[in-house]
């Protein structure tokens, strides 16, 4: 009888934040978020299928997906994570990690990738995202309203230029992403 590596069936869908004519947040050094977001997006997918996962993103290359959609293609996936850099001064640092209101599961996820990150260094925690505000997160809603657990990560603020130059670094991006893999590996094992 063939034995077969231990195949981990949850699956996973990464929506790398913006993209196209949109490129995000722009750092004092000219970073452009949605290149950030891709770059990292693209780790975590390979950290996660090192992992045994099956790994989607939401878009492939340089395109702008709208976020109805980006929301939509969650459907039959077990989890939903967004990816975003995040923009607020030049001294704002840390990685924040949302999730939708009255989300249980959502916060769950968000939670455990906020344990994981924090083991780095501090991050600004988890908040929770309502409709009530400016700040409504339109792909949580659309995904959470398909019932998957989804978190939207700010993974730093690209607007401090001491850390928009950090995380251009390849072993940064790794040691961030394996914490968010680690997080989401402990949260689909019922952490
Ligand atoms: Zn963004």
Known sequence: MAVYPRRNLKRILIDPGHGGEDPGAIGPGG????????????????????MGYEVGLTRWGDVNVPLGWRGKLARGYDIFLSLHFNAGGEEAEGAEVWYHEGSRKGKQLAMWVDIELKKLGKTRGV????????????????????????????????SNPKVEKKVKAEEERMRRMQAVANGIDKFLKGG
């Open 31 to 50: 970073e452009r978020e949605k290149e950030l977001n891709w770059r990292y997006s693209l780790t975590l997918k390979w950290l996660l299928e090192k």
């Open 127 to 158: 908040k929770k995202d309502t409709n009530r505000y400016r700040r409504g997160f339109c792909v949580l809603r659309v995904a959470e309203g398909q019932g998957v657990p989804s978190a939207l990560l700010e993974v730093d603020f690209v």
